[in-house]
């Protein structure tokens, strides 16, 4: 391993066991073909991610260039859609003036095309492998199916396993994941039990177990499983983290062995990390990715702020011109995952919204997104047809939850342009004086021409995956 350079250069690194795939080899680990795949890859990554940007975005527009080429060529979307001269990159700088050309990639495009397979390549190039299909959560609404190939997932297991060497994990320890929402999988009391982390770290690295709840398993039932699991590491929804650990606070229990937590999915709010670390004394480490587009970017080990995996994704955060955003400005995220071949998404808008952040102070090249503000369509409709962010900072939570003591959860959701309902669950009946401060404090946030309506829930509605988004447009647009 590379020695760090920044803040940490001295620490230590974690001991973990290569798997060795040869006969009389323990010590060091001589692993099968994926596996050294995988460690050329990471041996990479080591290097390249103290880079300067003109070095990265020079072999990033190398990779595109290939991308380009192919899809122009076997990939029936794109050859009408590349012609005219946008399937070849210039070499010098101004190839990003030809790349902003190219037009973006919205969701229903993708849908459209995938009636006729049109977004397929009708031959993958040697080495690429066989194809693997998926199908996106449809948070947005719209469910896309999205096509990977064997090599693309090569390429994402060696990024969660820089996660895990980030943050210096130790591998031998128990990771549990609270995520399946399937019914009837995982389920309590016992969940799910394996002998390792996964096909990720497996390919490579002799691991500890893997334990898994479904998350739609009771909080209180959750909290029990945890304390009887007792693991090292605990991945989750961050509205599921900040559940459990406001459970444990108010129980004064907590998981023993607890490292840290990490998040994946839903748009880290305020308050999760504290709660986090109030309950439990442990770090949160969010993780920003798409199931069709891989790992966008990954949380910097010495920080809060989010590195750019500019090794396995172009991302483009522009402004409502379509130009580059800068540090401070907040833009629509556009990626291009580099080395999918099986199904191209070139310049796919995924309807994101993120505020580019300054260079990192731990030293490492790669850009930096200062916070994840979360899907487009989740912002507050006006009528004049302009959206606004609804983002609920950590005074205005406090300040909802002063208004009524015994409010446990809530959501909100514009139901049509001048209503919003506040959807609650409540620990007893709301006192008349609590409703009317709950309404002044939506029409404060909100403005006061919104109709607010207060609706009493056993529990808060998520999606098909299981995420929450603590604020929801919900008004359909002609």
Sequence with gaps: MLP????GATMPQPEFTVHSAVDGIAWPGIPAANGAAMLSILFQLESSQWWPEERLLARQRDQLARLLSHAAAQVPFYRGRLAQGLSELPVDSSWME???RIPLLRREEIQAADDAEAMLA????????DWREIFTSGSTGQPIRSVRSQLWELVWSAFTVRDHLWHRRDLAGTFATIRESGKGKAPWPEGTESASWGYSTDTVFATGPLVGLNITTPIDRQV??????DPDYLLTHPSIAKALAEACLTQGVRPARLKEVITISETLRPGVREACHTAWGVPVSDIYSTREAGYLALQCPYGEGYHVQSESVFLEVLDNAGQPCGPGQVGRVVVTPLHNFAMPLIRYDIGDLAEVGPPCFCGRGLPVLR???GRTQNMLLLPSGER???LLSSPDIGALLSAAPPLQGYQLAQTALHRIELRLVVARPLASEEEKALRHWVQEKFGPTFEITLVYLPDL???ASGKFEDFRCEVVVP
């Design 4 to 7: 760090e350079k920044g803040r």
């Design 98 to 100: 030809a790349w902003r």
């Design 122 to 129: 009708d031959a993958l190039p040697a080495g690429h492998g």
């Design 224 to 229: 029990e499983w945890l304390l009887r699991r």
């Design 371 to 373: 916070r994840i503000l």
């Design 388 to 390: 606004r962010w609804p």
């Design 461 to 463: 509605p998520r999606t």
